[in-house]
């Protein structure tokens, strides 16, 4: 059973990823204020997030799932799935466009940062990874908090503007030039290529 506490991993060594890409909490029932409103937005990013995670997979990079237990302690990923397409909606939408593959990693967080109370950093440590991608919800909130503990903790951060949502693009907008300003992060959306070509992971022995 996952837990806030425990990663998932499906394979016994991981291979390394020096770039690593982060879904923060796309898997997601939408059962908050503010969910109305962030919705249409939110299904935008995950399908500009579902693009670049092809990108990604096709290059040999990693995918993790950083999701909200939203309370409950016994929920895994499979449930998160059960409950978002069950709702159905934009919730369910989100969920197909960005179902995890078989080979993805999911960490569960009991707070806004992605590295709050849980694995990801030990994760990531693992991986060697030295670049991370963060797309997600909100822009303003989760993403901005994971943004700011990976850059605190000397990783380099892409922020893709179009791979992110908020409640307004004002909201989003303003979080976006704070994460570039102050944590140096890129905010240059997927779907211009990036400015610098991705390469190649270099696999562990």
């Known amino acids: 059973m996952t837990t806030a506490a425990n990663a998932r991993v499906r394979t016994s060594t991981l291979a390394t ?7 923060v909490d796309f898997i997601n029932p939408l059962r908050f204020e503010g969910a109305e409103a962030l919705a249409p937005a939110a299904v935008e990013a995950a399908r500009a997030t579902a693009a670049l995670k092809r990108q990604f997979r096709a290059e040999g990079w990693t995918t993790v799932y950083v999701n909200d237990n939203f309370g409950h302690w016994r929920s895994d990923e499979s449930l998160l799935m059960r409950e978002c397409r069950r709702s159905g909606g934009h919730a369910a939408q989100l969920a197909r466009l960005l179902a995890p593959a078989k080979d993805d990693l999911f960490v569960l967080k009991p707070r806004h940062s992605g590295f709050y109370q849980t694995p990801l ?23 901005q908090c994971t943004a700011m503990d ?3 903790r000397g990783l380099r951060v892409w922020v893709p503007g179009d791979c992110t949502a908020a409640e307004s693009p004002q909201r989003k907008e303003t979080a976006l ?13 997927a779907a211009s290529g ?10 562990s022995a």
């Open 194 to 203: 990036g400015k610098r070509r991705t390469e190649r992971r270099r696999v």
């Open 177 to 189: 030039q704070w994460m570039k300003d102050t944590l140096k992060a890129r905010i240059d959306p």
């Open 17 to 23: 990823s020096r770039r690593v890409l982060l879904l």
């Open 150 to 152: 990976a850059y605190v």
């Open 121 to 143: 950093a030990l994760l990531l440590d693992e991986l060697k990874a030295k670049d991370l991608v963060i797309t997600g919800l909100a822009a303003d909130y989760c993403v």
